[in-house]
Nanobody, 118 residues
Framework: QVQLVESGGGLVQPGGSLRLSCTAS????????TGWYRQAPGKQRELVAA???????NYADSVKGRFTISRDNAKNTVYLQMNSLKPEDTAVYYC????????????WGQGTQVTVSS
């Protein structure tokens, strides 16, 4: 069992920055990949960025060069640094994780709202 808690969302102007945090608890030793997803109203949830236990990262084309995913193992936390934010980045952002125990069943955090508006 893994529990994920996100924080760091809020309102920011276009061009601004936010840092999201995802802190994991429970059977964290079994996590082999963690990612950030987002879902805007009326749209499907989409992958934004992911990082594996080995440190490999992947990004959606729409955020490459602007967003950075990183991990602090000592704090059991994954971060998403979001720079040069655009209105189209507005969405609920979710932290997700998959484990070696049930690799096809992801765990999800509660979500945090990011709104980019002037």
């Amino acid at each position: 069992q893994v529990q994920l808690v996100e924080s760091g969302g809020g309102l920011v102007q276009p061009g601004g920055s936010l840092r999201l945090s995802c802190t994991a608890s429970g059977s964290i030793f079994s996590i082999y990949a963690t990612g950030w997803y987002r879902q805007a109203p009326g749209k499907q949830r989409e992958l934004v960025a992911a990082i594996t236990s080995g440190g490999t990262t992947n990004y959606a084309d729409s955020v490459k060069g602007r967003f950075t995913i990183s991990r602090d193992n000592a704090k059991n936390t994954v971060y998403l640094q979001m720079n040069s934010l655009k209105p189209e980045d507005t969405a609920v952002y979710y932290c997700g994780a998959v484990t070696t125990v049930q690799p096809g069943v992801p765990y999800w955090g509660q979500g945090t709202q990011v709104t980019v508006s002037s």
